[in-house]
């Protein structure tokens, strides 16, 4: 490529990875993926990976890279300890530094808390991104995913948060259970998702019940694919919402996330009269590893 960046901005979770090519002035040079995450490699592949990502780059000097990410849990490159809540998303101050032969490596560290137990890793970059473009934000953040989560922002730091599993439960039951056979389609039925989302909500206790009752619907009464996935999707987000109602009800709820999962968390949200509104994740991940840059850059200036 032409131009050599300043640094690297990494993104390194557990199935994949990106990488942004980045100058000193937040412009971006390139961007580059990588099908290698965590959950594949052992910790001597961490460097081997990330160079033959960055094969084509010369510079006389290791360059900046700043990671988010699975990469620094206990299985990755180099455990990052995490920082206990409440707290300021974690920045460049508190990052760890790795040992490399070809670059200047640095790995954010994940934020924990002990009652209720909780922990996560990359989620406080995409906070730490969405606070440095909101500082005077007080609200709940919300970030779709394989383990949604809900945080409470409060002056500038994490108060607290939970994790719920919804996202991981979907795919087991939409791929591994005998629903698999129900809702084996891309198409998605929207009135079906609201109603039973309003169901589900109003009686959140038959849960399981209610799952069952998807695959006899199919066998029974040729239930379409699209309205049985629509409703497996309502009925894990409707009783999510039940039991993290003390975070959003009455409550600013921004949606770190886009696509179809953070759609069905905004149609459901605003099903319940919330206050909610979306923004890009992937911006809100860039702009706190810049934050975390610019951060280390003050601190050796």
Not at 35 to 46: A, E, I, N, T, V
Not at 58 to 87: F, N
Not at 120 to 144: K, N, V, Y
Not at 215 to 227: C, I, V, Y
Request: net charge negative; aromatic share 6%.
């Amino acid at each position: 490529m032409g131009q050599t960046p300043d640094w690297i901005a990494v993104d390194w979770g557990t199935t994949h990875m990106r990488a942004w090519l980045m100058l000193h002035d937040g412009t971006i040079l390139d961007r580059r993926d990588s099908d290698k995450g965590m959950g594949g490699l052992s910790r001597d592949q961490f460097e081997p990976v990330l160079t033959d990502l960055l094969s084509d780059l010369a510079s006389d000097t290791k360059l900046p890279v700043i990671v988010c990410g699975m990469a620094g849990s206990r299985q990755g490159w180099a455990e990052a300890p995490y920082v206990a809540v409440p707290c300021v998303p974690p920045g460049g101050d508190a990052a760890t530094r790795v040992a490399s032969d070809h670059w200047d490596v640095r790995i954010l560290p994940g934020v924990k808390q002990s009652n209720p137990a909780d922990v996560m890793r990359g989620e406080e970059t995409q906070i730490a991104g969405f606070l440095a473009s909101e500082p005077d934000f007080d609200g709940i953040l919300c970030l779709p995913g394989t383990h949604n989560k809900w945080v409470h922002i409060s002056a500038g730091e994490i108060v607290s948060f939970r994790t719920f599993m919804t996202g991981e439960i979907f795919a087991l039951l939409a791929e591994q259970s005998v629903l698999r056979h129900s809702v084996d389609t891309d198409g998605w039925d929207e009135a079906a998702f609201t109603a039973a989302l309003s169901d589900t909500m109003s009686r959140p206790s038959d849960l399981a019940g209610k799952l069952f009752s998807l695959r006899a619907e199919g066998l029974l009464n040729d239930m379409p694919a699209a309205e049985a996935k629509s409703r497996l999707s309502a009925l894990l987000i409707g009783s999510e919402l039940a039991a993290a109602k003390p975070y959003w009800l009455g409550q600013q709820v921004v949606i770190l996330g886009e696509g179809a999962v953070a759609r069905a968390y905004e149609v459901a949200l605003n099903a319940q009269a919330a206050m909610v509104r979306c923004v890009d994740a992937e911006n809100m991940t860039l702009a706190g590893l810049t934050s975390a840059y610019s951060q280390l850059q003050e601190s050796t200036s």
